[in-house]
């Protein structure tokens, strides 16, 4: 259950309420959107151009600097390296020190911010106010595709951390700004600009908002059991367009040339719980797809799914072969290569208890190895309000309160109990694919001469997969070459080799192939329920990372243990309640007896919420034993 207070969920049961709905759009986004481009004409050591077009304002911490202002007694921190630059805000800091009298020289400290042609309405450059100190005097420039200048702001006497002009009229057709710094607020100095690019945010409240639809779930089944399971929630959101500002052709919109794809939506739910006070859940984090903006309409529409998709466009292709490492720390690996900071994922503990021989992926997206690590821990992964991923194990069935959310007879339209007779398994096969080591020797040979006179990469594919402990060698040489890097990964590996004058060679790479041999098939099965049902096999898929027998029957008896019965669920459309949570527990009636309720405990796997104004929910989760019941 999303943290709310007690009158949220008051004003959510009572019989009439009033349901409000926000969104923001972030329609430039240095990290996603690949048009903008930030480049300094000088940086301290310790510099983050890029983080002057996130839209925040305000540096994590007063950092320190060896300007002679760092006082060791003072609140001061140290800058942060580049594994922390997405999540602790520091700016782009100069090289160069303002003199006696504030002033920078020839060549002044420049930014330099290039993006998609669009209109700019407002200029902003934003200090340091954890220092306190400031441009004085300072020049912006804008540019259009022709390097044509198209307006010239000069600023002296600045006295503020954050400077900022609304135009009377938007500059169209701007594709390349500038900042040009001549004086600074302190002596001995160097700028410090948290922010000049005008990142694009817009927020639009419930009279703006048409329609949100949205779906998220944890447990899908297509034709077989629900193991390892991923998927990607997915929004519909309509705005109003009666000022025409989404319209693709409307050159003096502050949006024209930005309704993209992979544009950050975050959607809220909420309601007055007080006098003028008001309470939102989020409803997660996501990335537009296209953009519908009829003519004779008068909304925009866009569809959007959560990181997630993201994943899916990304390829996984660094992975090596590593000995005896668990789930835990391969979903790890796999995270950090699709570049996510640690905030932006969770990985459930059970999967250290996953321990896999020898763990490889061969090239696939990035999503598709966080489904083949869920899979071999019978877990799932998804993304929760917060937009955070989240790789959880087979144990993980409850994320919120112990307290379940009672939905009575008066709170839902209709309602199913269904047993899901195709979601039973009795008999459960799972394969073992165990790696060895095999007889180390050439698993690569370039086929013809390679010619070359500089230095040149050459990536290679191995005549088997996987492959460990690679080396790289250059045979029939003429001429001076040498390898200046390899990097070697468990299908293939990338070759930098350095060749003077015309040289030509060929490549070999020597390695330590792994075979699967001594494949093993683990049983698990349920008399009773093959008594009562027949038998119902299920084959586990041939994964790469089951190896050992231990892993594998865990996998059995886990399998075994959810699927043995037929899963008694529930299916409901209601009022709804956005605070409610994949992963939640709820209490709903299930059966009558003796003309009365009785209740029964359901886990949410799937919900459907639709605003129009007003809210409405489809609801779907599966039985779970009763506490009373254990």
């Given at each position: ?32 959107d ?5 480049e ?32 060791l ?50 200029l ?11 441009p ?45 710094i ?19 945010r ?41 000022d ?7 050159t003096?919109s502050?949006?024209?040339e ?75 690996a ?74 009575g ?27 060895v080591?095999?007889?180390s ?35 029939d040489?003429?001429?001076?070459v ?23 060679f ?86 009558q ?22 809210l ?5 989760g ?9």
């Amino acid at each position: 259950m999303y943290p709310v207070t007690e009158g949220f969920h008051q004003v959510m049961q009572a019989n009439k309420r009033r349901v409000l709905a926000k969104a923001t759009i972030d329609y430039t986004d240095p990290f996603l959107d690949q048009s903008v481009t930030i480049e300094p004409n000088e940086a301290a050591r310790i510099s983050y151009p890029f983080q002057t077009a996130d839209g925040i304002l305000k540096p994590a911490a007063k950092f320190a600097s060896l300007d002679g202002s760092w006082k060791l007694n003072a609140d001061y921190k140290l800058a942060p390296d580049p594994s922390e630059a997405r999540i602790v805000q520091m700016g782009w800091w100069g090289g160069q020190l303002s003199d006696e009298n504030y002033l920078f020289v020839v060549p002044y400290p420049l930014l330099t911010v290039e993006f998609f042609n669009r209109p700019i309405d407002s200029l902003r450059v934003v200090g340091d106010n954890k220092r306190g100190e400031y441009p004085v005097n300072f020049e912006i420039v804008l540019y259009d595709k022709t390097d044509t200048v198209l307006y010239t702001e000069t600023v002296t006497g600045n006295d503020g951390v954050v400077w900022s002009k609304p135009l009377i009229e938007p500059v169209p057709d701007v594709v390349k700004m500038t900042l040009e710094i001549s004086r600074w607020s302190h002596e001995g100095r160097q700028v410090k600009i948290l922010e000049f690019f005008t990142s694009l945010r817009e927020l639009y409240e419930t009279d703006d908002i048409v329609s949100i639809r949205l779906i998220e779930e944890r447990e899908l089944s297509h034709g077989s059991l629900p193991v390892g399971n991923i998927s990607s929630n997915e929004i519909e959101l309509r705005l109003y367009n009666h000022d025409r500002k989404f319209d693709v052709g409307n050159t003096s919109s502050p949006l024209y040339e930005l309704l993209r794809a992979n544009r950050k939506i975050a959607l809220f739910l909420g309601t007055e719980i007080g006098e003028d006070q008001m309470e939102y859940v989020p409803l997660g984090v996501f990335w537009s797809g296209n953009w519908k903006v009829p003519e004779d309409g008068l909304y925009a529409h866009t569809l959007g799914r959560d990181r997630l998709e993201l994943l899916r466009q990304s390829t996984y292709n660094i992975s090596q072969v590593v000995e005896d490492e668990t789930l835990y720390d391969l979903a790890e690996a796999v995270l950090v290569s699709a570049n996510l900071m640690p905030d932006e994922y969770w990985i459930d503990p059970e999967l250290e208890q996953f321990v896999v021989p020898y763990a490889y992926f061969e090239p696939q997206t990035h999503r598709e190895a966080l489904r083949k690590i869920a899979e071999a821990c019978v877990g799932q992964v998804y993304c929760d309000r917060e937009g955070t991923i989240r790789v959880e194990g087979p144990s993980y069935f409850i994320q919120g309160t112990p307290l379940p959310y009672d939905i009575g007879p008066d709170d839902y339209f209709t309602k199913d109990n269904p047993a899901k007779w195709e979601e039973i398994a009795n008999y459960i096969e799972v394969e073992t694919l165990p790696l060895v080591r095999d007889t180390s020797g050439e698993v690569y040979r370039s086929n013809d001469l390679i010619e070359a006179d500089e230095e040149i990469v050459i990536t290679v594919q191995y005549n088997h997969v996987p492959c460990m402990d690679a080396a790289a060698n250059l045979v029939d040489v003429t001429g001076s070459v040498i390898i200046t890097d390899a990097k070697y990964y468990a299908g293939g590996a990338e070759v930098t080799v350095s060749c003077v004058n015309k040289s030509s060679f060929r490549l070999k790479i020597d390695a330590t192939p792994l075979k699967v041999q001594n494949k093993e098939m683990i049983v698990a099965q349920d008399k009773n329920s093959v008594k009562e049902n027949g038998l119902i096999r299920f084959t586990f898929p041939g994964n790469p990372l089951v190896q050992t027998q231990q892993i594998a029957r865990r996998i059995a008896e886990t399998i075994l243990f959810i699927y043995k019965d037929p899963r008694r669920g529930i299916e409901m459309d209601w009022r709804g309640n956005p605070a409610i949570e994949l992963g939640d527990v709820i209490t709903a009636p299930d059966y009558q007896a003796g003309g009365e309720d009785v209740k029964g405990y359901f886990i949410v796997t799937r919900q459907e919420i639709e605003y129009t104004g007003t809210l409405r929910a489809k609801l779907a989760g599966r039985r779970i034993v009763a506490p009373e019941e254990e």
